[in-house]
């Protein structure tokens, strides 16, 4: 889809390079800018976490099909030949903060009075202006703790509980992808690209945006509260009796409620004054969940599901990551793909970026060694061997 497109990303972790991961999968020309100690998501699990593996699952996924060149940016010549892809590139991808872009002389500003026709996509975690826009991030902090998820999903009393790695990011990934199409579409119509911004802090707060549109508005907002105590019992997590979970999903709570019914074989409950409506419901929750659990636990998971099919109730199963890389409606929606062996990795089954175009033969590309195709993109820019060989002297290829 997005064959002829050169990106030139300069990012670490995941925000950026996830962006970049999409837009590489969708076939486009991403070239990666490493330090001569690579991305450290390449080595988390040893470097990181202390762990004696050296294969680095998330950073195949983030990184499959790009072109790793390693540049020492510490460096007056490692700088130069960074702003000389970024000129000539289509995309310049980068999250490193702001300040840390321009003390590089590689800020908007500078780079696209150079290139006004290039999109320059900056991700930050919490924007480019402002009081703490140079303060790190991650998703833990800006996408999840600063913007009120992780509050608004913690009942009173309660512990907040971590985001699992790389949710906020990979989700600001994608925003940032929209804003790279959107940008070179105009580029398509006026020959201008220009800035586009993303932050970890905005996304996280327009995945809240439900709740802060009513706190903006209504001054005050329903405190999250513990699964017994919800305001609409037929939608809600139950455990079953072999101890595996489902997710009800009677939305519409007085439409829902008498398929709940016989799918429980409760016919009395339909005529129970404290469950008669919605209003009901909600002011006898803890009374009906408990019921709903007690009825689950007699019969297995299997059992309710046949149960809940046949009354027309609809449900989803709460799959543990072990249940979803089997399951079989996961690998036809599909969301694995099979990843070719590279310098980066061997062969694998990898997940799959969410966005599918069933008229594009287009295949993920190997996870690239660091460093990998440093010569070839340089020659590409008209560096020759003898240029090669002086960098590499001046230290700016590590």
């Known amino acids: 889809m997005l064959e002829g497109i050169r990106v030139v990303e300069l990012g670490v972790w995941v925000a950026g390079p996830g962006a970049g991961g999409v837009l590489a999968d969708w076939g486009a ?43 020492d940016l510490r460096t007056a010549a490692g700088r130069e030949v960074a702003r000389r892809l970024v000129a000539e590139a289509d995309v310049f991808l980068t999250n490193l903060r702001p300040d840390a872009v321009e003390r590089l002389g590689l800020g908007p500003e500078a780079v696209l009075a150079d290139a006004p026709r290039l999109v320059y996509a900056s991700v930050t975690g919490f924007g480019r202006e402002g009081p703490e826009a140079h303060r790190a991030g991650y998703d833990i902090g800006a996408f999840w703790a600063r913007s009120g998820l992780a509050a608004a999903h913690t009942p009173a009393g309660a512990d907040p509980l971590a985001l699992r790695s790389g949710t906020g990011d990979h989700v600001t990934g994608l925003a940032t992808v929209a804003g790279i199409l959107a940008a070179l579409l105009r580029r398509e119509r006026t020959g201008v690209g220009g800035l586009v911004e993303t932050s970890l802090l905005r996304t996280g ?46 939305l519409e709570g007085d439409r829902h409620w008498p398929r709940l019914v016989e799918a429980l074989g409760r016919p009395a409950l339909a005529d129970d004054a404290r469950f008669v409506d919605a209003r009901a419901r909600r002011h006898h929750a803890a ?10 636990a007699r019969h297995d998971r299997d059992h309710w599901a046949a149960r809940f099919d046949a009354a027309g109730l609809w ?38 970026t969410p966005v599918g175009f069933p008229d594009d033969a287009a295949r993920p590309g190997a996870v690239p060694g660091l460093g990998e195709h440093t010569e070839a993109v340089l020659a590409e820019l008209g560096l020759g061997a003898d240029a090669v060989a002086a960098l590499r002297s001046a230290g700016a290829l590590g």
């Open 29 to 71: 020309d991403v070239v990666k800018l490493e330090a001569p100690s690579g991305d450290p998501l390449r080595t988390m699990f040893r470097s990181v976490l202390g762990m004696g593996v050296d294969e680095s699952p998330p950073f195949e996924l983030d990184n499959r099909g790009k072109r790793s060149v390693v540049l």
């Open 205 to 250: 707060v327009y995945c809240l945006g439900w709740d802060l549109s009513i706190q903006l508005r209504f001054g005050k907002l329903a405190p999250a509260v513990p699964r017994h105590q919800v305001a609409n019992p037929v939608i809600n997590a139950y455990p079953c009796g072999d101890g595996r979970w489902v997710w009800l999903l009677g």
């Open 287 to 296: 009374e009906l969940v408990a019921i709903v659990d007690a009825e689950l």
């Open 315 to 352: 449900w989803a199963p709460v799959n543990t990551p072990a249940d979803v890389v089997v399951d079989p409606q996961a690998e036809a929606a599909g969301a694995f793909v099979d990843v070719p062996a590279g310098a980066g990795g061997p062969a694998h089954r990898g997940v799959a």
